[in-house]
């Protein structure tokens, strides 16, 4: 069983900050990419950012230079760093991760339960 597990959402003041952290826990034999996505009321959810096993990120350009993605491949464990928030910010934030298990043939996606970011004027 793989789980992956979100901390660190909540309420911030606009331009403050925040950081994430997701967690990916049990039978797993190799991370590819680990990625955020977000989803605001009423809207599509979306990528905000991607980092590969190697460390390649990318970013959409709604973040760009806001947020940072990072990961401890030791600890299994992505960050997300997000400075100078706004309150278009504001949404549930989850945690993606590429991943193989030993109990899968091929690695698929598994997914956060999601944390939520508030932003307020």
């Known amino acids: 069983q793989v789980q992956l597990v979100e901390s660190g959402g909540g309420l911030v003041q606009a331009g403050g900050s925040l950081r994430l952290s997701c967690a990916a826990s049990?039978?797993?034999?190799?991370?590819?990419?680990m990625a955020w996505y977000r989803q605001a009321p009423g809207k599509q959810r979306e990528l905000v950012t991607a980092?590969?096993?190697?460390?390649?990120?990318n970013y959409a350009d709604s973040v760009k230079g806001r947020f940072t993605i990072s990961r401890d491949n030791a600890k299994n464990t992505v960050y997300l760093q997000m400075n100078s928030l706004s309150p278009e910010d504001t949404a549930v934030y989850y945690c993606?991760?590429?991943?193989?298990?030993?109990?899968?043939?091929?690695?698929?996606?598994?997914w956060g339960q999601g944390t939520q970011v508030t932003v307020s004027s």
């Open positions: 993606n991760a590429n991943l193989k298990s030993d109990y899968l043939q091929r690695a698929r996606d598994f």
């Open positions: 049990g039978s797993i034999v190799r991370i590819n990419t």
């Open positions: 980092i590969t096993s190697a460390g390649s990120t």
